[in-house]
């Protein structure tokens, strides 16, 4: 079993940046594809950003190309995800995910509980 533990969610004024964390614990979690999804109020949850256990190949939403960057730390099992230049539209739900594969574009296993991000105008 996969445990994802996000944090660094909050209130940010457009333009600003955020940085979203999300520790991983179990095994075999060292081999898995990590990545980001978000969730807008009355929206369904769209991918953002996944990157590959070793961490050399990343995939992002066209929305966020450019502004958002995901890293990952292996030693520490945890995901990074940047967030630069953010706009109103960015407010959301980001939930951390999980799974075997290059990425978790298709589906991941596994979810965390979310952390909410908020984006003034």
């Known amino acids: 079993q996969v445990q994802l533990v996000e944090s660094g969610g909050g209130l940010v004024q457009a333009g600003g940046s955020l940085r979203l964390s999300c520790a991983a614990s179990?095994?075999?979690?060292?081999?898995?594809?990590m990545g980001w999804f978000r969730q807008a109020p009355g929206k369904e949850r769209e991918f953002v950003a996944s990157i590959n256990w070793s961490g050399g190949n990343t995939y992002y939403a066209d929305s966020v190309k450019g502004r958002l960057t995901i890293s990952r730390d292996g030693a520490k099992n945890t995901v990074h995800l940047q967030m630069n230049s953010l706009k109103p539209e960015d407010t959301a739900v980001y939930y951390c995910a999980a799974g075997p594969g290059n990425t978790v574009v298709g589906g991941p296993r596994f979810w965390g509980q979310g952390t909410q991000v908020t984006v003034s105008s």
């Open positions: 179990g095994r075999p979690v060292g081999l898995y594809a």
